[in-house]
C-alpha cells in the first residue's frame, strides 16, 4: 500500500522533468538586461550555419548598466 501513494508522485515528477527538458528557440535574443547572470537560451535568428543554433548567456557587464564584469556569451552549438 505505501507504493500506491508514492505512484501519483513519482508520475508528476517524471512528467515535469520531461516537459521543461524540451528546449525553447527565441526568434530573437532578449533585450540586454532581460536576461539573469548565466542564464541560458536558445536562438534561432539565422545567425549560426545549418544545424546549429544560438546559445546566448546572460550577464550582467557594467557597460550596459550591470554591476559586475559578466559580458554576454554568444556561440554557435548543434541543434538536438
Known amino acids: 500500500?505505501?507504493?500506491?501513494?508514492?505512484?501519483?508522485?513519482?508520475?508528476?515528477?517524471?512528467?515535469?522533468?520531461?516537459?521543461?527538458?524540451?528546449a525553447q528557440y527565441l526568434k530573437r535574443e532578449p533585450a540586454m538586461g532581460a536576461l539573469k547572470p548565466g542564464q541560458r537560451v536558445l536562438v534561432d535568428d539565422g545567425r549560426c550555419p545549418k544545424g546549429q543554433i544560438s546559445e546566448v548567456?546572460?550577464?550582467d557587464h557594467v557597460e550596459v548598466g550591470g554591476k559586475a564584469q559578466i559580458k554576454r556569451i554568444r556561440k554557435c552549438i548543434p541543434r538536438q
Do not use: E
Not at 1 to 22: E, Y
Open 1 to 22: 500500500m505505501p507504493a500506491a501513494r508514492w505512484m501519483p508522485l513519482t508520475f508528476a515528477v517524471v512528467l515535469a522533468g520531461t516537459t521543461t527538458a524540451q
Open 57 to 59: 548567456i546572460g550577464g
